[in-house]
Each structure stands twice: as structure tokens, then as C-alpha cells.
């Protein structure tokens, strides 16, 4: 084949200039694990309790809920989306727990299908909103955000499920949590608490979704050029719609977790796990300088929270200290992943 | 067309020798173009042709040019958008929308302005700018009473807007202002208003560069016409317009030397595609086409001529509003591209970045985009398949790359739109259409491109080309059909569609 007039790629030659970029580029890439590395090995030096490995397995699982919502986050910011109401989905995923369980007097397979159904069923109304409404995906899933909140409330008439409780008509709640679906989260298996194998689990099925599957590809061309993605034969509203879908699943399932550690229908549970779960999939964008949301920097980005949280905690700083902390890991981040490499791109 | 040394006194605007590249890339060579007091230029090109970039030069964004500009005689520095419009230079672009600010009032909008630059009283009363806006209405006579002025501009029609954007501009008194494309948002009784209001400025001793590509306006109003091709002014006529030899320049390559290929003209393939009472572009007479294999069908026009909508209808990305479609005889009803893509018809968009390209991804990646499918076992995509589809691209069409794995932004423009065409050959197309696919591409490249689109259909596949550029038509296309204000005025083969005929055909339609 001959071809002229092409431009061919300079080879770089070796300057100062070069050494600069190549390190800021090391830094970019490889600082946030530097960062989680350096930090561990400071609190295991410092403070012996934290080597004990029942504190890692209490890090992964105090962790996990926020992750595998994270994960959800990770998929709608891969079509270039946001979803805000992941912490609302798995708030009613509790509360649907419970209420199948007490309320209901149901087996905790039911309750487990209720649950889910519940996360399918919220990430179709953000699909709705978003891909047919054509609502901006922050905003709509805001508003689904109270919606949610506000249905899961009016589902309990404002009160949180216990066992054995009186209810509004005077009856005494016939059900209970059972013992199979307490053990999601506090059961082990090899030692490894459930949690935290579905956490693990749902990170690898999540990263051959995205990254070596043709949806989880197109899921990424979608994000980065819809009209090219249309163009290109793609049914983009449907593939977005699957990545809320998915999302609100991975949210009920994160509800599940936290209603199996509650072992109550607390009608206050997942609005803390919001930010938390934003902010490690933004973490995750950072890692390794992809500069794009994926499934390993958001488990990573989880891991690194949790470290930080538990060592600084073992350090006896108090526990309202950790807002603070948590936002400057976030805010740290960013920088990471648009100020620095805005810069190696420029 | 010999440009004096010595800018002309009397000269509202003058540039000499400006030049300007992007990356080593020239997209102004040397234009020197005097603009006198009261006249109407009107400035001609094709897409690329380097427009919009003498625009900004003069609207102050493109700093870095060479050569000088002069305003009255004198040296300009048009070092930022203000000091452009502080010598007098008033730019209206395309894009109506950008200078707008909804919220706030017509009348404000009006007086933008002199409000943005923020001296004197920042309280200046409601009433003061009333009356700002009052006279400047009334000075342009635009026919707006106190209620208009008073609404919010978001009220205000298109080509009100329009009105309004020129009225800010004019009511600075400038040397020279610059109309880009000014009617291509209005019907045509609004841009009669429009050209009212050039005719005054005329009158008043305004110079207007107006750019447009609706040849008809500029027959109206321009008192002289130049055309920019590849950077360089080819053509500067007064009026009379000579329009065979304006379109020439703006359309056909400069040297006569197109060889033209051998043409088909005996034996006709069979109809692939047939279109029947087609409306190309709204409220103009449908179309009736037919497109058969082993042919390549070459469409020119100008822009706006209803190419791209015939592009984007047989895809489904935009379908028709009406008649019939056939494909091998069925009916065809393309709802959206995968529908297309489904039957055969592939499309290699006019915009490649906007349109086709996905940044970040590899030249293997942006190949296998569309087909996907037929590179995964359930749903896991191999990623040896994808890399020798991508090597076997690069290969067939010489794309120049390091390897599969690079970044598709590394490459060249010429081998992004190989990278683009290539992906739609990764499985057999029925119909390839190619819309504009030499644009900001390197002759090796534009060569290359074009050697396969033949070999396409000689393997019995028809590939419909469409474009602004005769020459590039009549380079690769045995048959070329000329389309104009969304009609086929010209439907002939190899011999029939000599250059000349199909210039004279587009020229005839002004």
C-alpha cells in the first residue's frame, strides 16, 4: 500500500521537558495507589491492631455497601450519566425487606426478589425520565431521590419494621428477619464475611460487563459519543435505560446487605451511602490515570476509603472527624483526575 | 486579480498578504483583499476552504496570523474580540443563538453592550436605556414599539433576533461589518428585511463582507464578489457576476487535469435502491432516484442543496418525510440507523469527529464500533478478532499509524476518515454512502479512499458520493447526478457529465 502526505509520530527524545512529563505522568497514574499504599503501611506500623486481619475483613465489609452502589454509579457515569438515587434505592430496599419479612411473614428468598424487583423498578422510572423525558440524568434521578424516600415512608406510614412490633392496627407484626437472610451480611464463609464475597463477586462480574463484554462497550462509546454511538447503529435510549436499570439493582442488592446488618427496617438507612458511593466511583475514576470511570478504581477507590476511615479511626480521631476526611480524599481526587491530567493532555 | 502593494487609501478594511496555519497545516495563503466604504463584498468558498478562519482573523479570535490588516489605512491590532469591535470591525455570526442573552429584555439586548463594557453608573436607571434602545430603534428604523422593546428576547422570532443582533452591531457605527452566513435561519420574506437593512448600511457608507453560500442574495446585493479555495483568493469580480467562473473557482480544482476514469456506460447494474417521491428538503418537489450496484453515484451541490438529508434519510438518521423507499424491491422504511445498517446501507457521516469518531479509543476499537456483535462469543468481545480487523483495515487502506493500538487522535485527518470508512467495510455493504469523505483529507488519502469505494463496487456493491466539490465527483463517480434546492437537475453518465455541463448546471440553478 502506498500512502504519502501522512504525518508520522515523533519519537521523543529524551529532554528535561520529556523526564518532567513522564513523571507527572507516573504520578497521575500511579499516585492514588501510592497514596492508599503509603497510608496503610503507616497505620500497620503504627497501631498493631490494624494488621489484625478481622480489621481488614471489618474494613471490606463496612465498605461493601458503598462500593457495590458505587458500582452502579460507575455504570450510568460510563454512559455519561449520574445517579443520585442509589442511596434512596437501597434505603428502600431495607424497608422492603422488612416489611416482606415482618409484615408479610415471608421466606427470605421472597424478600430477596421483592428487593431487587424494588431496585429494577426504581432504575426503569430513572430510565423513563431520563431517556424518554429527556430530564437531565442529575436532576431526574435527584427527584427520584425523594420520590423514593418519600414512598418508602408512606410504605411503613413513617415508622421503622422491628420485629414484634405493634402495628397501626393494633396487631402485633407476625414475622421475623430469618436466619438465612441475617446471614447475608453477618455469616461467613472461609471467614470472609458475605458482604464482602458479594462485594468481591459483584466487582468481577461487573468488570467483564463493562470491560470485555460488546454492552459494556458500547455502554462506554455511548458516554463518550452518543451521536457517533447512534451512528453507528446503537440503540443508545436502550442502553441507557439498561445502565439505570442496573444500577437500581446493584442498589437494592448494596439495601440488601444493609437490611441483613440492621436486622431491622430502619426507615433512616442508605441516605448516608449517597456520597459515599459518589464519591468512590469519582475516586475510581482517578486510579490508574484512566481518566474514565471503571469497575476496578471504584472497588479500589472503596478499599482506599475504608483504610483511611478505619486507621484514622484506630487513631482514635473522633468519629465526626470523618466527613471531613472523606471529602478531602474526594476532593483530592479530583484533582487527580481533571486538574493534572487536564494538564498532561494540554 | 494582481493584488497592489500599497493598501488603497480609501480602503475601510485592507489585508494584505494574511496568512494563517493550524499544525503546520496553511489555511490562508497570502489573501490580500481591499474592502471600500459603502460596498457589499461578498465572499465565496466551499467548506474548508478557510471562511471562517479569515473571519475570526478579523472578529479578533485568530491572533497568531500572518501579513496586516489595516482599518482606514492604518495598521490594526485586532488582538481580542474588543479590540476588533474598538477599531470598528462588527462581526454577526452564524450561530444567532451566541449573541442573545435570554432574560433579559429586548431592549437591554440592545444596548448590551454599552452595558457590558460597564462605565459610568452601574444603577443606569430603566429608563435612561429605554431610551437608548428607542433611538436606536428608531435610527434603523426597525419598526419596534415601546412593548417590543419592554418583552424578553426569548419572545422575540428568529429572524427578530437576527434584526436585533445586526441592530447592536450597527448602532456602533463600524467600518466594516462581517455577515457569516446571516439568512440561513430565515424564510425568505424575512431575510427581505435583512437585506433592507444591508442596503442602508450600504447607503451609509458601511462596508459589508458578506459571506454566504446562497448564490442568489449575492446576485441581489453584493457589488463585488471573491472566492476563497484552499486558502487563497481565486476569483474577484465586480458586478455583472460571471457565475460559471465564480463556481469554478469555488467548486473545481484549479488545473484542468482531473483525469476522469473510465466511465460505465454500457451495462447497467441492477437497482439496489430506489427512491420514489422523495422530499429531499421541505416545501421543495419530491424526488425520484435510483441507485444500482457496481456504480459509483456521484451527487454535487452546494450546500444546502439537500445531499446530506438524502444521506441521512436512506440511513436512518434522519428519515424522510414522505414517498418511497425500495430496497431489492421491498419496501424500505429505515426508522433508525440500526434499521439501515441491517439492510446493507452504511453511511460515512460529513462530520467525522461529531459524528463517527469516539475520542480516546483506539483505531481497532473505532473500526469494530458498528459490528461488534460479529467479533463476540456471548457478548465477550475477542480481542484477537478486533486486533486483526483493525490490522487488516489498516492494511487494505493504508491507514498510517504505529499500530492498532493507537489512539485514533494521533492520526492524521486524512487517516481518521480512513478509519472512519474502513469500519464500514468490516462487513459487506450493499450501499456505501460516503458524505462529503474527502473534506480536510490529504490527496494520498483522498486517493486511497477512493480506490477502495471503486473496488467496492466492482465487487457489486453501489456507493452513492456525495459533494460540494465537482472534481472530486467526477474523479472517483461514473455517474453524476447535480442536485440544487433539494432537485435533481442533472442525472448523466461518463461522457454526459463532462465538467463543464455539470458546472453550468449548478450555476444555471442560482
Known sequence: MTTTQSTSVPTAAPSAAAVGHRIQNAVIKYGFIFVTVTLFAYFAISEPSFRDSATLLDTLRYVSVAAILGLGVTLTMAVGGMDMSVGAVAGLGVTVAAKTMVTYNQVGTVAILAVVAAGALAGLLNALLIVVLKIPDMLATLGTMFVIQGTKLILVDGQSITPGMTQSDGTTAPGRFTEGFLRIDRGTFLGIPGSVLIFGALTVVAWVFLARTRWGRVLYAIGANPEASRLAGIRVGAYRALAYV?????????????????????????????????????????VLGRGRPNVWGTALGAVLIGIITTGLTIEGLPYYTQDVVEGAVLILALVFSFTLSKRRTA | MSPTDAPVESAAVALRDVSMAFGGKTVLASVSLDIAPGSVVALLGANGAGKSTLIKILSGVHTEHGGQVSVNGVPAALHSPLAARQLGIQTVHQRIGEGIVPGLSVAENLVFEELAQARGNPFRGGRRLLARAREIQSALDLGWSDAVLRRDVTELGISDRQ?????????????????????????????????????????????????????????????????????????????????????????????????????????????????????LLAGHPPQDLDLRTGEVTGVVGLLGAGKTELARGLFGAEPFT???????????????????????????????????????????????????????????????????????????????????????EELSGGNQQKVVVGRWLAENPRVLILDEPFRGVDIGARRDIGRRARALAAEGAAVLVLSADVDEVLEIADRVVVLAAGEIRLDAYGEDAERDRVIQTISASV
Open chain 2, 163 to 279: 434584526l436585533l443582533i445586526l441592530a447592536r452591531a450597527l448602532a456602533t457605527r463600524p467600518r466594516l461589518l462581517v455577515l457569516d452566513e446571516p439568512t440561513s435561519a430565515l424564510s425568505a420574506a424575512e431575510a427581505e428585511r435583512l437585506f433592507a437593512l444591508v442596503e442602508r448600511m450600504r447607503s451609509e457608507g458601511i462596508a459589508v463582507l458578506y459571506v454566504s453560500h446562497r448564490l442568489g442574495e449575492i446576485d441581489a446585493l453584493a457589488d463585488r464578489l471573491v472566492v476563497l479555495r484552499d486558502g487563497r483568493l481565486t476569483e474577484d469580480q465586480v458586478k455583472p457576476f460571471d457565475w460559471d467562473s465564480a463556481l469554478r473557482a469555488m467548486l473545481a480544482q484549479a488545473q484542468e487535469t482531473t483525469t476522469a476514469r473510465p466511465r460505465r456506460t454500457g451495462e447497467q447494474g441492477e437497482v439496489v435502491l430506489s427512491l420514489r417521491g422523495v422530499p
Open chain 2, 322 to 408: 414522505g414517498g418511497a423507499v425500495e430496497l431489492d424491491g421491498k419496501p424500505y422504511e429505515p426508522r433508525r440507523p440500526a434499521d439501515a445498517i441491517r439492510g446493507g446501507i452504511h453511511l460515512v457521516p460529513e462530520d467525522r469527529h461529531t459524528d463517527a469518531l469516539v475520542p480516546g479509543w483506539s483505531v481497532a476499537q473505532n473500526i469494530s464500533l458498528p459490528f461488534l456483535r460479529s467479533l463476540s462469543t456471548v457478548g465477550l468481545v475477542s480481542r484477537s478478532k478486533e486486533d486483526a480487523l483493525g490490522r487488516a483495515t489498516i492494511e487494505q487502506l493504508g491507514v498510517v499509524a504505529r499500530d492498532e493500538h493507537s489512539p485514533v
Open chain 1, 246 to 286: 442496573l444500577s437500581g439493582v446493584l442498589a437494592s442488592i448494596g439495601g440488601l446487605i444493609l437490611a441483613s446488618r440492621i436486622g431491622q427496617g430502619d426507615v433512616s438507612a442508605g441516605t448516608s451511602q449517597l456520597l459515599e458511593a459518589v464519591a468512590v466511583a469519582l475516586v475510581g475514576t482517578s
